[in-house]
């Protein structure tokens, strides 16, 4: 099953080297009932975590509440940090980030309603631009336009928020 | 984690500077181009970054978008994520930074030491004191000499029965001082019951940084460093009549 799934996932990118195969779940009274299911939910995550990030970014990055339901854990830490640096520089975002290719590294259901999962995806930034107070860019002339990234997704109380979100080092799939 | 803040205000006073995000990327970093994975090759990892000019403007957002470049040692694969290259208009040319050169600058730590040695008397004063002292360590920073001259300004002693105190001196002995033993001095302290303690100091040092024949220049921030620990115990002092030198012989009765 995972073998299909990564296939299916990856579709459109050429990797160099498998990625770890998903984690078979424990037996007990998982959470989703296939990997499918699950990725399927991180994915619905991701796409409405997005969504507020780029109202967020074309907001100045002022206003985080639009994003702190969707995240925890370092992945919070992170995006403060971000949002506070870029928010006192008076920058904003046009333009939307998007994301794909999304795949299933792991998931691990605690079986009592507890669950998380490891996806990796592809960060998009080609059509978002990030500018200054006077309208002049400020990203990095050799901005990579897409990124893997591998992202925590943890269950809190029924709840599915990102804990960590970090830039995958292994093969490039993107 | 002051040890690397200390780093980074040091590194942000420096023509060039770095300041390195908590590891993660989020969104808006990958956007703004400083985040990406690094590639690693001839025993670095090279990692985009952004530089910005200075802007004049006191909100900020006057920036110009350049091009930076960081190197870190590869060792083990360790690739820093989320990194930002800040160069003033004036670097000519800087050389990469890399990992050792910043983590170069450490301060000695102090050294603790106590009177009387090892033990006390419950209600008579001890007394502590640290050696240390302002000192100079030198390294390179974008390949460049630099220095960073460490003072130390604070003394934070945990007395571990519960009191602690933060003395601006180091303290010193009895005898420098010119005072008799148990008397109190600026740095001793009182333990009113017996047991066994332990005895903690941290320094705080401030900094003070050069670079390529500058003056130096203060660091904000101070950098707290510990010292050693010392185990004590007190126990109540009692005054016998005892035949002969205890010390010259400890079998001798009385003692």
Redesign the interface.
């Known amino acids: 099953m995972g073998i299909t799934l990564l296939a299916a996932g990856l579709a459109g990118c050429t990797p160099e080297e498998p990625l770890d195969p998903p984690t078979p779940a424990p037996s007990g009274s998982p959470v989703f009932a296939s990997d499918e299911e699950a990725l399927a939910a991180a994915e619905a995550l991701y796409g409405e975590y997005l969504q507020a990030e780029n109202a967020l970014g074309a907001g100045g990055w002022q206003d985080l509440s639009l994003v702190e339901p969707f995240l925890r854990g370092a992945a919070l830490e992170d995006e403060k940090e971000t949002a506070t640096s870029f928010s006192s520089k008076g920058y904003h975002q046009v333009g939307d980030i998007t994301f794909d290719s999304t795949s299933l590294q792991s998931r691990d259901d605690g079986g009592s309603g507890s669950m998380s999962m490891t996806v990796y995806l592809c960060l998009d930034v080609a059509g978002a631009d990030i500018l200054n107070s006077s309208g002049e860019s400020v990203v990095t002339a050799d901005r990579p336009d897409r990124l893997a990234l591998e992202v925590d997704i943890d269950d809190v109380e029924g709840q599915l928020e990102i804990s960590r979100s970090e830039p995958w080092s292994g093969a490039d799939f993107c | 984690m002051v040890w690397r803040r200390l780093l980074l205000s040091l590194a942000l006073l420096a023509p060039t500077a770095l300041a390195l995000?908590?590891?993660?990327?989020?969104?808006?970093?990958?956007?703004?181009?400083?985040?990406?994975?690094?590639s690693i090759g001839d025993g670095t990892v090279d990692v985009?970054?952004?530089s910005?000019t200075p802007g004049s403007?006191g909100?900020?957002?006057?920036?110009?978008?350049?091009?930076?470049s960081t190197r870190v040692p590869a060792g083990p694969?360790v690739?820093w994520?989320?990194l930002e290259v800040t160069c003033s208009s004036d670097t000519p040319g800087a050389a990469p930074i890399t990992l050792s050169d910043i983590a170069s600058f450490r301060p000695v730590p102090g050294v603790q030491y106590m009177e009387p040695n090892g033990w006390m008397v419950p209600g008579l004063d001890a007394n502590f004191y640290a050696a240390t002292g302002q000192h100079v360590v030198t390294g390179t920073l974008l390949g460049q000499a630099a220095s960073v001259r460490f003072t130390p300004v604070a003394f934070h002693w945990d007395y571990g029965d519960g009191q602690a105190a933060t003395r601006p001196t180091n303290g010193a002995t009895w005898a420098a001082l010119g005072i008799p033993e148990f008397d109190p001095t600026p740095t001793s302290h009182v333990f009113l019951e017996e047991g066994e303690y332990t005895i903690r100091l941290t320094i705080d040092f401030a900094a003070e940084y050069r670079f390529a024949g500058s003056p130096f220049y203060p660091i904000a921030g101070r950098l707290p460093v510990p010292a050693n620990d010392l185990h004590v115990s007190v126990d109540g002092a009692k005054t016998v009549l005892v035949e002969h030198d205890c010390v010259a012989n400890p079998a001798g009765p009385g003692c």
């Open positions: 995000s908590s590891g993660g990327c989020a969104p808006g970093d990958v956007l703004s181009g400083i985040c990406t994975t690094g985009g970054g952004v910005h403007g909100g900020g957002g006057s920036g110009t978008s350049g091009e930076g694969p690739i994520k989320c």
